[in-house]
């Protein structure tokens, strides 16, 4: 894998994550176009992306030549993965 690869997915994962908060904040439940089993495929699918993506920009980070562009996919990629690791933590806690 290269650093590209781990940056379009984490840059991915935060694009599924925007898509994911513009739909839950759309309306009312019943004109909404993505219902709960949309909103669950965008939830994890985020989540995914967002772990493989920190994953790969951290094997890519620690390498000796390493540039800046995996050092912030991976600061991008772990403050998204504690969002949705936060998120899934607060709904199984209090739920």
Known sequence: MNTVTANALVIFGWGVTVFLVYNMLSGPFDGRMCETTCFSMLYWG???LAV???????????KPGSGIFSKIALLLGLLLSAK???VMLIGTLTG
């Open 52 to 62: 493989l993506g920190t994953i790969l920009s951290f094997v890519q980070s620690i």
């Open 84 to 86: 949705l690791i936060g």
């Open 46 to 48: 985020a989540l995914v």
